[in-house]
């Protein structure tokens, strides 16, 4: 039966690839309030794909943006797999550092000479979304695919997954399932397939510092009162030492080591710190990081803080010389397993409030955007389907890989829901995600769409 669901995918490969580009069209920027009306037109037009792939799917409220609830007819003594993705997107500004209008799809070549589509939400999420709602298409050309699927879509991914938790709780029975299976991840690398065990977490935080009632004139007040942008970088500075380490006391305290096993694997991988850097426009000098740890160790086991984005004063064009009564930056701390993003939390914002100079007063803006680390196991047979399945669509023999980024519904899927994912993701690690021109290689696209459709038909084997 695969081959014939394979010889579908096959035959629909152009009228995919243009379905695909009707669902980039829809700018569903979850983030700003003015796309609410496109987040339900997407979230509609998604249900409509599933209906055709003769799912019951219906659109359902959450608190915020709607999510897409999806399932075929279950039957006793199969097993549930739970497919998990979301449908909106980052918002795409800069919007001239983009070749090509981020939601007008634009085929193109890559860096590396391959054909990819270029749109925002290309790869994240919508381009792996619609791999497998293609695989269910054409699995539903040969009788439906043989397991009892429920997918789980939803439209805040973007923001935190902000009314997901109580979402899946209200639906818990609904959601209930052996498997959970997210393709939001990505390849090792072109030609290198991977499956996801390892996801950090997340505290994204927004500081101000307010001082002066209004903003005054530099030459009239400088170097009498504190300006809350000098304050601010002040304390910035402060959040790193010299090498590279996190300055939060606390910050490591609940760190989970890796072990040498883990440490020799990844260092077996194909990795080249002069190609990553160089796909940067960067040298192997210009690399930085926590010492003692090599590049793939510090964005997959290591935690970090970064500055995201900074605002304040005078930032028009031309000169103003303006001391701004307010300043504010945006950090984010990744996290890796054992620590805690409510403590982090709490450590972060007790060092800033003792590193406060005088002069400004300190408000967190941001209380509830923040994801808990997650480790899955890799030998269970759901994985090992799963390592075959992404090794038949690629073509390749796969490999074990954690990710930098996070993904909050895997540690709410498994808390509420007693599930582990599978991270079987189709991307690769050049396809400029959150960023301008973000891209999904057709190649990539293809394959991953024929993986959905082999892993639902080894799923179907496992015994429950």
């Known amino acids: 039966m695969i081959d014939r669901v394979l010889a579908t995918i096959e035959q629909r490969k152009s009228q995919s690839l243009e379905q695909l580009k009707e669902f980039l069209r829809?700018?569903?920027?979850?983030?700003?309030?003015?796309?609410?009306?496109?987040?339900?037109r997407c979230a509609n037009w998604l249900a409509d794909q599933f209906r055709f792939a003769m799912l019951d799917a219906r659109v359902m409220p959450t608190g915020g943006h709607p999510a897409v609830v999806a399932k075929n007819k279950h039957q006793p003594g199969r097993p549930t797999v739970l497919l998990y993705g979301h449908y909106d997107v980052q918002p795409p500004e800069p919007l001239d550092l983009w070749n090509s209008p981020p939601f007008e799809p634009t085929i193109?070549?890559?860096?590396?000479?391959?054909?990819?589509i270029f749109a925002r939400g290309?790869?994240?999420?919508?381009?792996?979304?619609?791999?497998?709602?293609?695989?269910?298409l054409?699995?539903?050309?040969?009788?439906?695919?043989?397991?009892?699927?429920?997918?789980l879509i939803e439209g805040e991914e973007e923001i935190g997954s902000e009314n997901l938790e109580k979402f899946v709780h209200a639906h818990k029975e609904e959601l209930k399932a052996d498997v959970l299976v997210i393709s939001d991840t990505g390849l090792f690398a072109r030609g290198v397939p991977a499956i996801g065990y390892g996801l950090r977490g997340l505290v994204y935080e927004e500081v101000r510092l307010d001082g002066p009632s209004h903003d005054l004139h530099s030459g009239g007040w400088g170097g009498a009162i504190q300006n809350p942008a000098n304050a601010l970088v002040e304390?910035?500075?402060?959040?790193?030492?010299?090498?590279?380490?996190?300055n939060?006391?606390?910050f490591y305290d609940d760190v989970a080591g890796l072990s040498p096993e883990e440490r020799a694997a990844w260092k077996a991988l194909p990795h080249c710190d002069d190609a990553f850097a160089r796909d940067l426009k960067l040298s192997k000098g210009d690399l930085v990081g926590e010492a003692g740890y090599s590049t793939l160790e510090r964005i997959w086991a290591r935690p970090t803080c970064d500055i995201n984005g900074l605002s304040g004063g005078y930032q028009g064009p031309g000169a103003k010389t303006v001391i701004g009564s307010w300043a504010s930056a945006k950090v984010s701390m990744r996290l890796v397993p054992n620590q805690d993003p409510k403590k982090v939390q709490m450590a972060f914002r007790q060092a800033i409030r003792d590193r406060l100079p005088n002069g400004v007063r300190v408000t967190f803006t941001m209380d509830d955007h923040i994801s808990k680390p997650v480790l899955t196991p890799i030998d269970t047979p759901a994985v090992k389907l799963a390592v075959e399945a992404i090794s038949e669509g690629f073509g390749k023999p796969a490999t074990f890989t954690r990710t930098g980024g996070s993904v909050p519904v895997v540690a709410t899927l498994r808390e509420v829901l007693g599930v582990d994912a599978l991270l079987v993701g189709f991307g690769l690690p050049d396809d400029r995600v959150h960023s301008p021109n973000e891209k999904f290689d057709l190649d990539c696209f293809y394959n991953g769409t024929k993986t959905a459709a082999i892993l639902y038909d080894k799923l179907a084997t496992l015994k429950m």
């Open 108 to 116: 193109g070549k890559t860096e590396a000479g391959t054909d990819a």
């Open 235 to 246: 304390l910035l500075a402060t959040l790193h030492n010299k090498d590279g380490s996190v």
């Open 138 to 151: 054409a699995w539903q050309a040969h009788g439906g695919v043989p397991v009892n699927l429920t997918c």
């Open 122 to 136: 290309a790869v994240d999420d919508k381009g792996q979304v619609w791999c497998h709602v293609e695989a269910l």
């Open 26 to 40: 829809i700018p569903s920027v979850s983030t700003k309030p003015d796309h609410a009306e496109h987040m339900v």
């Open 248 to 250: 939060i006391p606390g």
